[in-house]
């Protein structure tokens, strides 16, 4: 951008907007630190006078702890399924000739405008006939399965931008397509399969619908959902719950502290590349 | 449909053989309630399940085949419910509030009638209050054991709000009228309500419909007399509470306040509001969360009478019981029986009072001595025996896919988005079979 | 993120395809290239669990289902009663609503602070790191926390009147629909800001340098140059908002829950409360249908009215 004189409109809207990301972030740390009472009679702007860490040992005790597991367990999961199975689908469209490839492509830019809502009843009776309610496992599949389009697309994208030389070089020395995928194709799309890992960790990691009606009891319950559902039943234990809302983006803190630039960059790569 | 049986047989393999796959390689985890040789139990996940989890920590100690108990959180339970009923994870035995929240299930014959157990041990039946366990009767056949106990509403109060502001619980609707005003005066909300929860509305409009028409007009609605709703009766109570909520009683905020999380309990635990229309499960959840207003200000009296009307002031609405019903696809019946014995047991009985329930079993008046509260527990016993009239809740009486309708309808006409005719339309819309 | 949330048919998917085959056309040798089987278990996957329900959807649309009892055939039925349900017409008015309001509000927001953010300055890398922080709460987290902080009583309204009135946020459609289109902005736009910002990043500086000699200012710069080399950034955005905002659903449960009255009552609600609060599994799957149908439409829509399958080269700087 160009040097010139300081922008003082930018600066003050920086300012201002900066306030509106900030300043409910603060209110929500300040009253995770306070007493219920202390809260109630202070008022969510106040300082707190007295700190207390109750109100996270408590939701950690109370359940916490094991949806943070299995939000964990889904995660991680979800991310192994879709890094399985993307990259030689995205291989395949990138590179197959095959009319069924082409097919196969088509469906998956079809799922694209299919949103998760829209199969949720055929999919509770899908999982449900397949023992797999109130199941991990139950969450998990479908999780992936809507994570797929998006992630087929981001890796198409970048493993087309692989010259078509390298093919070419690496077919005259005699290279299957097995070793040009694994000696070509997969070291020069890291990035995309980076990006690939974010996307599919957030729809995860962000999962509702699907947990909500897919699972029911305390041990199979995830943080979003308990989240929900500190909400309908303890809604006015502000402390405790925004404790919780503060708990529940922790591990995504400690990826963002350490790992700011692969996170951003995979971030940009969703909306772009 | 028979694709649909095709479409979930290919799936179910497909999915079967994916469940395989990742349980091999080590991913997945969780209960999978399907088979684990216990009696799944369902109920309600609120305040209560204290006495529920006691009451199976004593059941297992001494029976073989366990009991596992499962909560589903008040707003998600009926549809949760409803969902799995008929799956692989049904529950073996499940909360409800009899007559129509139990049909469905009966017509598709998804329960077991009672009535074999019931022979085997005539406790069953004898044991408890008729008129309740008559209300989960249904085509001649028993469904439902009563269980936690008879849910009246009342009108609660903060009574040193009440009392600072020179008010006493209101006999009449004038009474109430005058003591909205002075409520207001005051600088309190009259009435505490969780408008955002859209049923503590329905109670107004049960209560009023009630006081004014008498327990025949809505009986009529539901039996798909459409008229009824247009009636004068009708457009009288509709009137008064218009007349209400114009009047401020219920504040201007009571749609953004929720019952559920708490929200409306606190304005009346902390002083800020000085009555609240609520199931006698008030009682519980502010002994469950503010302990010292519960045992020493927490006042309660009956929905006051209107001039003129035709309803008893001794009716009542709200939850005439909950019950246990049992699924047909149990592996347990034995068990199961053992366990809803239970029900009528002293032990039993005295845990409910103690939390502020009351059971409708033969020998609760026995034990109302023992309750959190004997006076609250006296004062609801004596109104439920005495009560001429007691009318389930509509939500509850209407059938489910009426629900979400009537709430609407009722929001918008209480909160002034709606006009008393389209109000009237929109309740005649109702499904009613 | 919402599953669909991108619906950016990558330029020229097919076309490029196409061209690429052709381009090393003589060198191809057979052995080189993946067959089929390389796509099956993703495809397999993909279509047990998203295109079966999908078909099972479409299926379930002309049946009458409470799921106690078997399903029967209702041929129209469902689609004719969503036709007469004014709440259905009012929902899809609402879906366009927030979504409309959503890219009206938070484009402009995140193509300025994405630009911004653009610069290389310290304190613009410091304050982005924070302005990127509501992106790490979920959808569930976020609506949670601002539930909690518009409590009428015991959140912040009842600490600034001024601001609030009588905090009754929830309880009129105009406080409930800003609530929506509010958090979904406090959540989103960092996201967006992101995409602008590493859009802005790629715009070559000759173009600024250029303008600079022949002595535009800085708002004329920001018109002439950065906006239409944002093009590409602004439609990925674009569909990325209109497909989160058909498809929003947590907010919606667990802030209004679409109400008052029916109120913020969006279509994929309104499917939820059909399939899960009435049991009316057939209304629901043909809403669930539709829901699929209009995304669909306006992903083709935006991709054709762009000409974005005709660009592919701009993206490359990304």
């Not at chain 2, 028993?142 to 009342?154: A, D, E, F, H, K």
């Not at chain 3, 399958?309 to 490359?316: A, G």
Request: aromatic share 10%; glycine share 8%; hydrophobic share 50%.
């Amino acid at each position: 951008m160009s040097k010139s004189r300081p922008n003082h409109l930018a600066g003050f809207g920086s300012v201002v907007w900066l306030l509106v990301v900030g300043l409910p972030l603060y209110v929500m740390l300040v009253a995770t630190f306070q007493s219920r009472p202390d809260y109630a009679a202070n008022g969510p702007l106040a300082f707190p006078e007295h700190f207390t860490l109750d109100n996270y040992i408590k939701d950690l005790n109370s359940g916490f702890a094991q949806y943070f597991l299995n939000t964990v367990v889904v995660t991680v999961c979800v991310v192994g399924i879709v890094v399985l199975l993307v990259p030689p689908l995205a291989y395949t469209i990138v590179r197959s000739r095959g009319r069924a490839t082409t097919t196969v492509f088509r469906l998956f830019l079809l799922g694209l405008a299919i949103p998760s809502q829209a199969v949720i009843v055929p999919m509770f009776f899908v999982i449900s006939e397949a023992g797999l309610y109130d199941n991990l496992i139950g969450v998990i599949l479908p999780t992936a399965a809507f994570a797929m389009p998006v992630c087929a697309l981001i890796l198409t994208g970048v493993m087309r931008d692989i010259t078509p030389d390298l093919y070419e070089a690496m077919t005259m020395d005699g290279a299957s397509s097995r070793r040009v995928f694994f000696q070509l194709v997969l070291p020069l799309s890291r990035s995309g399969i980076a990006t690939i890992v974010v996307f599919s960790a957030l729809q995860a990691w962000n999962g509702f619908l699907f947990p909500l009606v897919l699972t029911q009891s305390a041990e199979t319950k995830v943080i979003t959902l308990g989240l929900y559902e500190f909400q309908t039943e303890h809604g006015v234990d502000t402390p405790g719950l925004l404790a919780a809302v503060v708990l529940s983006m922790l591990p995504i803190l400690i990826v963002y502290l350490f790992a700011r630039r692969a996170l951003v960059q995979g971030l940009m790569g969703v909306g772009g590349k | 449909m028979k694709q649909r049986a095709r479409f979930s047989r290919t799936v179910v393999v497909g999915g079967a053989a994916l469940a395989l796959v990742l349980s091999l390689t080590g991913c997945g985890g969780g209960s999978g309630a399907a088979d684990d040789g216990a009696i799944h139990v369902l109920v309600y996940g609120d305040a209560a399940n204290k006495v529920e989890k006691e009451l199976v920590a004593t059941f297992n100690e001494t029976s073989e085949v366990k009991v596992v108990l499962d909560t589903i959180p008040g707003a998600d339970y009926q549809a949760k419910l409803q969902t799995i009923i008929r799956s692989k994870q049904a529950p073996d035995v499940f909360f409800n509030w009899g007559g129509g929240s139990i049909k469905p299930f009966v017509d598709a014959g998804l329960l077991l009638p009672l009535d074999s157990f019931i022979a085997d041990d005539p406790g069953l039946k004898a044991n408890f209050l008729p008129s309740v366990f008559n209300s989960a009767v249904v085509d001649g056949a028993s469904y439902g054991i009563p269980m936690r106990g008879t849910q009246p509403v009342l009108l609660f109060n903060n009574g040193k709000v009440l009392k600072k502001a020179g008010v006493e619980p209101p006999r009449t609707w004038d009474d109430l009228l005058a003591a909205v005003k002075a409520l207001k005066a005051d600088g309190v909300t009259p009435i505490a309500l969780g408008g955002g929860d859209r049923w503590p509305t329905l109670m107004w409009f049960e209560y009023l419909y009630d006081r004014i028409a008498g327990p025949e007009l809505f009986q009529k609605a539901l039996d798909g007399d459409k008229d009824a709703w247009a009636s004068p009766d009708s457009r009288k109570a509709l009137s008064m509470i218009r007349e209400l909520v114009d009047a401020g009683a219920f504040g201007t905020n009571y749609d953004s306040v929720k019952f559920t999380d708490q929200g409306s309990p606190t304005l009346l635990a902390t002083g800020k509001a000085g009555f609240e229309l609520m199931g006698s499960w008030e009682y519980s959840t502010q002994q469950d969360a503010h302990p010292e207003f519960a045992k020493s200000d927490l006042g309660y009296s009956a929905f006051p009478s209107v001039e003129g009307g035709k309803g008893d002031r001794a009716n009542l609405v709200g939850n005439t019981n909950n019950f246990y019903s049992v699924v047909k696809k149990t592996k347990h019946p034995q068990a199961v029986a053992e366990f809803l014995k239970l029900m009528y047991s002293d032990r039993f009985v005295k845990a409910q009072l103690s939390i502020g329930n009351l059971p409708t079993t033969t020998n609760t008046e026995a034990f109302l001595d023992t309750a959190a509260s004997p006076e609250f527990a006296k004062f609801q016993y004596g109104m439920v025996k005495e009560a001429p009239a007691f009318q389930l809740s509509w939500d509850q009486a209407y059938p489910q896919s009426a629900a979400t309708a009537m709430y609407q309808a009722l929001q918008q006409f209480f909160n002034g988005s709606m006009d008393e005719d389209a109000f009237i339309e929109a309740m005649q819309a109702l499904p009613t079979s | 993120m919402n599953p669909t949330a991108v619906v950016s048919e990558r330029p020229g998917d097919k076309g490029t395809a196409g061209r690429a085959l052709k381009k090393d056309g003589p060198v191809g040798i057979g052995a080189s290239r993946p067959g089929f089987l390389w796509a099956v278990p993703a495809a397999v996957f993909f279509g047990l669990f998203a295109i079966v329900p999908l078909i099972m959807v479409a299926v379930l649309s002309f049946a009458s289902w409470d799921g106690l009892s078997d399903p029967e055939f209702a041929g129209l039925a469902n689609w004719k009663k969503l036709l007469d349900d004014p709440v259905m017409i009012k929902s899809l008015w609402l879906s366009v609503l927030l979504t409309v309001l959503g890219v009206a509000v938070q484009t402009p927001l995140s193509i300025l602070l994405g630009v911004w953010a653009a610069g290389h300055q310290r304190n613009r890398a410091v304050l982005s790191a924070i302005y990127f922080v509501p992106m790490l709460l979920s959808i569930a987290a976020v609506s949670v926390l601002w539930r909690a902080l518009l409590d009428p009583n015991l959140g912040v309204p009842a600490h600034a009147t001024w601001l609030f009135g009588d905090g009754n946020l929830f309880g009129v459609q105009a406080g409930a629909i800003g609530v929506l289109v509010f958090v979904s902005t406090w959540q989103f736009t960092p996201l967006h800001t992101l995409i602008y910002q590493g859009a802005a990043r790629a715009v070559p500086q000759v173009l600024y340098q250029a303008a600079q000699i022949d002595g535009a200012g800085r708002v004329r710069q920001f018109f002439h140059i950065t906006l239409p080399q944002l093009r590409n950034a602004i439609i990925t955005s674009m569909i990325l908002m209109v497909v989160g905002g058909l498809t929003t659903f947590d907010t919606v449960l667990i802030l209004t829950q679409g109400g008052p009255g029916s109120d913020t009552t969006i279509s994929a609600y309104y499917m939820y409360q059909k399939a899960f609060k009435s049991f009316d599994y057939g209304s629901a799957s043909a809403i669930a249908l539709l829901l699929v149908l209009v995304s669909t439409l306006i992903s083709l829509i935006v991709v054709r009215l762009s000409g974005y399958d005709k660009m592919r080269s701009t993206m490359e700087g990304l």
